[in-house]
Each structure stands twice: as structure tokens, then as C-alpha cells.
């Protein structure tokens, strides 16, 4: 790669806190509003123009799996979020599979965070990382005004692609063993559906899903995809799709990311007209938005002080250090086309599934990254192998991992900013007293 050299520059200081949180998704939220909460300043800087990541800007449908069948998992900050959502929505929370209207899902975070006196800062790159003797001093941003930084004491590496982290120096795994990883989707929203028609043809066993396996075991299917993963009502008249994926596709590579949002736009049109054409309902429906952020679902996983492993998912591992528990199942969605790597998803997805009143524990170890003092990961980059990220990655996973970054980074302020520092029986203290469910 042919290179340039820019010249050392000094930039100004764009603002200083206690906590420098970056990435404004679930677990960027839920970290800061938990450090705000003990009383630390607090700063959240987002790349986008809105906060909630896949939920808001990724149109991802739902937030999924909330519990373990038998007791609610993702309590504190997600279930706040999930409560409001619900009641805005009209509706009746569900911690199993609540689904999302996104433009109140982006009020309610706007609303929980201003209210909580977050510093915010939307639409800022966080580009690189200040750095020296494992400790990171401040986070370089691109502004409309060139660069600048941003100071703290302790930092939260929330940005789903373990950018900071890696900024940093710290290792990090991505993919599988050739390096391949999870496909990514574009998801959509339609307006003038008609639900009565639609849970009409269900009953008649013309749901969106069955008519698609008919067209594939035909082969006549608009692209050749098994893995369905389903369209889902979030309004009167309207629903949300994660619909087909885009193969082919590293999250981490600018020309991959480029065609990956153009082919999601010409997938999703592909997918509405065998909506309008085949499934009841949505005969006179309208493709009105694809997501304004890739839903990219695996890049780095960082490599931190434990890394959590799928034999601790298949002992239902507990920890001394358990700063949450969940119970997703595994779902590495497929890297190719390959009709059978398609339908291996599905079948370990069921295979996997924990039973009632089963999970498995998060160590804060694998919050810390190796080699770094003050700077913690939370969401679907922490230190895990493929397995566990294919489970922990979903939101309410996100949120619980961010619950807990922002509770260790504000009592690592009160240890001169040593995240190793913190006492494990004050995390979960300081965690149970903010709703969170830890080990007891």
C-alpha cells in the first residue's frame, strides 16, 4: 500500500471527563448513563447523527432474549429502555422479543441521555488513540473543524468494531479461522401493510417465511438465500425486515463496506417485490427506508484478561467476578452462499438453545484488555471467542457488558483510573444497586 506522510500537528481539546465513552450504541448508552449515575462526568461520542446503533440507524427489528425463559436477564438500563419503548409504542413490554419503532426507540435515548446531563457529541469520528505506556491519555476525533481531542481518565471501547482498543495496541481475533466472518444485512422498513391479511394468510400457512421456502425448494426463489431471517410489525401499518444477507463482506474493509451498502439497496428491492408479489398483506406496501448503518454482526473481539469461551457457554460457567449472566444461543450466520453453510445456522441456533432457567456468567476480565490500564470494551467486541460473540453480540448482551464498563470505569476514577484496580464485590454492589442481575 503506497503511503503518505502527514506532518505532527498539535489539536485543540474538544472537551475532558471523567469518562470518555465511544460508540453511542446499546452498550455505549448503557455505559454512560451507568457512570453518570455515580456521579462522574461523563462524555459520549457517536459517529452518526443518532443514537442506538443497529436499533436506531440499522433498522435491526427487535431487541431479542431478554431473559431465560424462567426470570428477565437484561434488567437495569435495558429494561429501562425496553419499559419506555413499549410505553410509546403503545404497548405491553415483551422481554423476550420486543419489537422496535425506531423513531422513538432514537427519542428515548436522546431523552435518557440529555436528561442524565451526558456531554454528547453526534455525528464525530473517534479516529485514533493517544497512547503511552499502556495508557490511553486522550481519543483523536474528525470534526467540521479538522481534528481535535477528547481527555479522560478512563475510556470504554463501545464501538462494536474494538476500534479504540485496537487503536490503542491491543490484540484482537476477527473471524473464524481464515479470517472469514458473519455475513452482514441491510435491514428495511415498509409502509401500508396490511396486518390483518397478513396473520390471515399465517393461519392459511402463507406466512412470509414458508412462502420463501417454497420458492427456494423450487429454486425460484429472487436470491438464493436459506437463512430467512423475517419481516416484523413495529406500527399500525408498518413493519421492519432483516431481510437476505451480503456475502463476501469484511466489516473492517472500506471497499467491501462500500459494496456491501449499494448490493443491500439492490437486495432489498429484490425482497420487496417478493413481498408485494407473494406474501398477503403486502400487496400495496412500500419500501419507504433502508438503514443508514450496514447491520455488521461479527469484526474484532479483543482479547482481554479472560477471554470467554464456548465451554463455559456449554457449562453454564459461573464466575467470581460475574458481572451479568444471558442466554442467547450460538448464531454465526453463514459467511457465503453455500446453501449448506446457510442451513447449518438455523440447526445450531435450535441446537444450542439453552433450556429454562439456564445461562451462562460474563466475567469482567474479559471487559479489560491486555496490556491496557484504563480502558475497558463492552458489546460485541469484548474478549470472547466466535461462539460466545455470536451470542453476546445481540443488545440485550450489549447493554448488560455496557452497564458494566460504565459502573467499572466510574470506580476506576476512585483508583487512579486503574480498571484492575476496581474491587469485583464493588462492581456487583454498585451493579445491584442500578437494577443489573449479578452473581450472588
Given amino acids: 500500500m503506497t503511503t503518505i506522510r502527514i506532518p505532527e500537528r498539535s489539536v485543540p481539546v474538544l472537551a475532558e471527563a471523567d469518562v470518555v465513552v465511544c460508540g453511542g450504541g446499546p452498550a455505549g448508552i448503557a455505559a454512560a448513563l451507568a457512570a453518570k449515575r455515580t456521579g462522574c462526568s461523563v462524555a459520549l461520542l457517536e459517529q452518526s447523527g443518532t443514537l442506538g446503533g443497529m436499533g436506531t440507524a440499522g433498522l435491526v427489528p427487535a431487541i431479542i432474549v431478554m431473559d431465560d425463559g424462567e426470570r428477565v436477564l437484561a434488567t437495569g438500563i435495558c429494561r429501562e429502555v425496553v419499559d419506555e419503548l413499549a410505553r410509546r409504542m403503545g404497548e405491553k413490554p415483551n422481554y423476550h422479543w420486543q419489537n422496535i419503532q425506531p423513531e422513538f426507540l432514537k427519542a428515548v435515548y436522546d431523552d435518557q441521555v440529555t436528561a442524565a446531563g451526558i456531554e454528547l457529541y453526534l455525528g464525530l469520528a473517534v479516529i485514533d488513540a493517544l497512547t503511552e505506556n499502556g495508557r490511553v491519555s486522550a481519543v483523536v476525533v474528525a470534526t467540521r473543524h479538522g481534528l481535535k481531542a477528547v481527555r479522560g481518565r478512563v475510556f470504554v471501547d463501545a464501538t462494536g468494531d474494538g476500534n479504540l482498543s485496537a487503536w490503542a495496541g491491543a490484540a484482537f481475533d476477527l473471524g473464524d479461522a481464515e479470517g472469514q466472518t458473519m455475513s452482514p444485512s441491510l435491514c428495511v422498513q415498509y409502509a401500508g401493510v396490511d396486518w390483518d391479511a397478513y396473520r390471515q394468510g399465517v393461519a392459511e400457512g402463507n406466512s412470509d417465511r414458508a412462502v420463501w421456502h417454497r420458492l427456494m425448494d423450487a429454486g425460484t426463489a429472487p436470491v438464493p438465500e436459506r437463512h430467512f431471517v423475517g419481516f416484523f410489525r413495529t406500527g399500525t401499518a408498518i413493519g421492519t ?15 467491501d463496506i462500500t459494496r456491501g451498502y449499494i448490493e443491500g439497496r439492490q437486495i432489498a428491492r429484490k425482497m420487496h417485490r417478493f413481498y408485494r408479489e407473494r406474501v398477503p398483506g403486502f400487496a400495496n406496501s412500500e419500501l419507504v427506508n433502508t438503514a443508514s448503518l450496514l447491520s455488521v454482526r461479527e469484526t474484532r473481539r479483543v482479547r482481554g484478561d479472560y477471554q470467554l469461551c464456548y465451554e463455559d457457554y456449554l457449562q453454564r460457567a459461573s464466575f467470581p467476578d460475574e458481572i451479568g449472566r444471558f442466554a442467547y444461543p450460538i448464531d454465526i450466520h453463514s459467511s457465503s452462499a453455500n446453501p449448506a453453510e446457510q442451513e447449518e445456522v438455523e440447526r445450531r441456533l435450535e441446537a444450542t438453545r439453552l433450556r429454562k432457567g439456564e445461562s451462562y456468567g460474563i466475567p469482567y476480565r474479559a471487559l479489560i484488555p491486555q496490556g491496557l490500564s484504563n480502558l475497558l470494551v463492552a458489546g460485541r467486541c469484548l474478549s470472547c471467542d466466535r461462539e460466545v460473540q455470536s451470542s453476546l453480540r445481540v443488545m440485550p448482551g450489549c ?21 484492575r484496580r476496581v474491587i469485583t464485590g464493588e462492581l456487583q454492589n454498585l451493579l445491584r444497586r442500578q437494577g443489573a442481575i449479578v452473581a450472588e
Avoid at 466510574?410 to 487512579?416: D, S, V
Fill in 399 to 419: 447493554f448488560i457488558t455496557g452497564q458494566a464498563a460504565g459502573c467499572a470505569a466510574a470506580l476506576a476514577t476512585g483508583c487512579g483510573g486503574e480498571t
Fill in 241 to 255: 425486515g432483516n431481510l437476505g444477507h451480503i456475502y463476501g463482506i469484511n466489516g473492517l474493509d472500506e471497499h
